[in-house]
């Protein structure tokens, strides 16, 4: 772990606004004043203290009511991690709807796949509760079943995981699960990742998500008030940085969209996660366990998604593998978007992110 270096300027008001270097098109205004306003905050996730419910359809024994197996793992008899179909899915396979264009509209098949991958048989499982051998397998049955539905079908472009944990997040059942969309299309915020780190890699030659790695790592500076020669900001050596191992490194963005927005990457350059070294497994579930628990016991049972941009499959990045870094964003949902921000598009933050880093730290954890 990296100690923090003292900050003689943590205590005052941050008001700025902060380019996201990967994609300098999203910007984040952090505002720490705006925090003392009243406002109303997100509430911690609906938490039970019950390992089985009989009304859930993910506990075990109630597997009746959801749509067949897909997988389970390690068996489908006392299994750990269960793979069925979405019963609401926002794709599918069912249909085929030819793409139309008629004037400036245009629609595209709305074929994929839709599927949830019920992450844990106690239905009262948080993330940062579980060991880190079942997070180990978890990440390995992302990665397996990635790579099934590519292999599936040439027509999909991308496959995205991702988990929606508490109502605001979207979670719509409490049992803690994950969901996987495969789609005929490249969403448009990888599609951005994809294009400007490519664009930096042809100009500096390195990836950019590497270069932010050996920042958080390396990098220190002090400015100064060109007049009053006083500190105006003095940046620290893993100010930046919350959770490290071996092979991965949980960071807390500079430009951060939620007040307490985590990042966890490899800490040597890897595209495409389909591609994970099967070792490399337990040293992810150990770092993202101890970054949820401290997230956990700073907020205290924080609604959130997660989600895992990999490198897309599709023809158009096949000479991104050298510019382009997988990840996890972690996004706690901790206050409600304001019209400014739906209006304007650009996020409000009201904790400083090197601030929320700085506690993530310092949080007891086991």
Not at 106 to 128: C, F, K, M, S, W
Not at 227 to 237: F, H, L, T, W
Request: proline share 7%.
């Amino acid at each position: 772990m990296v100690t923090p270096i003292a900050d003689p300027a943590a205590d005052t008001t941050v008001r700025e606004i902060r380019v996201n270097p990967i994609v300098p098109s999203e910007s984040v205004l952090v505002a720490t004043a705006r925090g003392m306003r009243p406002k109303k905050t997100e509430e911690p996730a609906p938490r039970t203290a019950r390992r089985h419910v009989e009304t859930c359809p993910f506990c075990t024994g109630n597997e009746a009511m959801t749509p067949p197996v897909i997988a389970a793992y390690p068996a489908e008899t006392n299994w750990e991690i269960r793979i069925v179909e979405n019963l609401y899915p926002v794709l599918g396979d069912d249909r085929s709807t030819p793409n139309l264009s008629f004037g400036l509209q245009q629609t595209i098949d709305g074929y994929g796949r839709h599927e949830v991958i019920i992450d844990n048989p106690r239905h009262d499982a948080a993330l940062h509760e579980m060991s880190e051998a079942h997070l180990a397998l978890l990440f390995g049955v992302y990665r397996n079943r990635m790579e099934q539905l590519y292999r599936s079908d040439a027509r999909l472009r991308y496959v995205l995981v991702f988990k929606n944990f508490g109502p605001a997040a979207g979670a719509s059942i409490a049992h803690t699960h994950s969901q996987v969309i495969a789609m005929p299309v490249v969403p448009d915020n990888v599609q951005a990742e994809v294009i400007n780190s490519r664009a930096f890699y042809r100009r500096n030659h390195r990836c950019i998500f590497c270069s932010l790695i050996d920042e958080a790592l390396t990098f220190e500076a002090t400015i100064y008030d060109r007049d009053s020669g006083e500190i105006r900001r003095k940046i620290s050596v893993g100010q930046c940085v919350v959770e490290r191992g071996r092979k991965f490194i949980a960071i807390k963005p500079f430009a951060s969209r939620y007040e307490w927005e985590v990042h966890i990457l490899p800490l040597q350059h890897q595209s495409d996660f389909l591609r994970l070294p099967q070792d490399d497994l337990a040293d992810l579930a150990r770092v993202l366990r101890r970054t949820m628990a401290r997230l956990d016991a700073v907020l205290g049972g924080a609604q959130y998604n997660y989600f895992l941009h990999s490198l897309p499959h599709d023809v158009e990045c096949s000479d991104c593998e050298a510019s382009y870094h997988w990840h996890i964003e972690i996004c706690p949902r901790t206050s409600i978007p304001t019209g400014f921000e739906l209006g304007s598009g650009l996020f409000v933050n009201t904790v400083a992110p090197e601030a929320a880093a700085e506690r993530l730290r310092a949080a007891k954890i086991s």
